[in-house]
């Protein structure tokens, strides 16, 4: 598989609202392969079509904590209850991080690269992982949402990037 070149902010693509897919094949799957490959050798837990350069209604995601690898197409949130506040950084916004509130639950709906639908309920934060990458379809950043917005330096990690 390839690592791909995630796109920064200021790039038209991450503005954009993301085109529905409408047929699953291999070249799309592989594409999905080469997101994951992406998401995880830039330490990231989620990542959007988008932010690859591909406007298109494909997430990635995995909240290193239980749920591996989630792959979706066609993405929707169809129940979202409750509120958190907590931290959020974006692969296409390097070095930033700032306090996004978002809902604590979200049931979400989607098609898996096998072409089988799906629903999931997701809280804590995965819920917050599946808002955030499906902000990036609508052509949305974190920063937008964002307060306490802050650069962190190099030497001063914060441990999950979404």
């Known amino acids: ?37 992406t998401m995880y050798e830039t330490q990231g837990v989620g990542l959007a079509a988008p932010q690859i350069g591909e406007s298109l209604r494909i997430i990635v995601v995995d909240d290193q904590v239980g749920s591996g690898l989630i792959a979706l197409i066609n993405p929707e949130i169809t129940h979202a209850e409750g509120s958190q506040i907590g931290p959020e950084g974006c692969l296409s916004v390097p070095g930033y991080f700032g306090d996004v509130e978002r809902f604590e639950k ?17 809280e804590g934060f995965l819920a917050r992982i599946f808002q955030h990458e499906i902000d990036h379809l609508e052509g949305h950043l974190f920063i937008e949402k964002a307060t306490n917005l802050r650069l962190i330096s190099d030497h001063q990690e914060e441990k999950e990037i979404v």
């Open 1 to 37: 598989m390839a690592v791909l070149d995630i796109v920064k902010a200021g790039h038209p693509v991450l503005k954009q609202i993301a085109e529905p897919v409408e047929h699953v094949n291999k070249k799309l799957r592989a594409l999905i392969d080469n997101m994951s490959d």
């Open 106 to 122: 979200v049931t979400v709906k989607g098609i898996t690269p096998h072409n089988k639908k799906v629903i999931i309920k997701a």
